[in-house]
């Protein structure tokens, strides 16, 4: 019986550090806060874009399109994951991803995960975008 703890704390060890490694490859973006890197579906830390079937979804996309599709990014996992993906924050050329996709007005911060970190980029005119409960900050 021990052993068999043994060998699933051996595991688990095992998989905490692979979540941490960088990941790291040519992106393809799924819509404003997603990207499949190397094969590894990514959900952008702390960004709250609109769906696709929302208004903004597809111009949150299509920015995000044309900053990294088919160019190599790096991406620190939390250790987290949402609904399947990994999350991450992810660079471009040492760039923030999510910042820039918030400061260009194309999606929110969402301060339960980003503590904050984005909201000195948002801009006024996202106030129109949707912002998701999950995103609200636990008391």
């Known amino acids: ?17 692979t979540a941490a490694e960088p990941i790291y490859g040519r992106a393809r973006v799924i819509d404003g806060d997603t990207l499949e890197v190397a094969g ?6 702390g960004v709250a874009a609109p769906e696709l079937s929302e ?6 996309r299509v920015f995000l399109e044309r900053l990294v ?3 190599v ?11 399947g993906r990994r999350v991450a924050v992810c660079r471009l050329d040492g760039r923030d ?3 820039m996709v918030i400061a260009a007005g194309l999606a929110r911060d969402c301060p339960r ?3 904050g970190r984005y909201a000195a980029v948002e801009r006024e005119a996202a106030a129109g975008l949707p912002f998701p409960g999950y995103c609200q900050p636990r008391r």
């Not at 590894?40 to 830390?45: A, F, G, H, Q």
């Not at 208004?55 to 949150?60: F, I, K, P």
């Not at 990014?73 to 609904?83: H, L, Q």
């Open 97 to 99: 991803l999510g910042e």
């Open 73 to 83: 990014v790096v991406c620190a996992p939390t250790g987290r994951r949402s609904r």
């Open 113 to 115: 995960y980003s503590r």
């Open 40 to 45: 590894v579906r990514v959900r952008l830390e």
């Open 1 to 17: 019986m021990r052993t068999y703890g043994a060998l699933i704390g051996v595991m688990l060890a095992a998989a905490a550090a």
């Open 55 to 60: 208004a903004g979804g597809d111009a949150a």
């Open 69 to 71: 599709e088919g160019r």
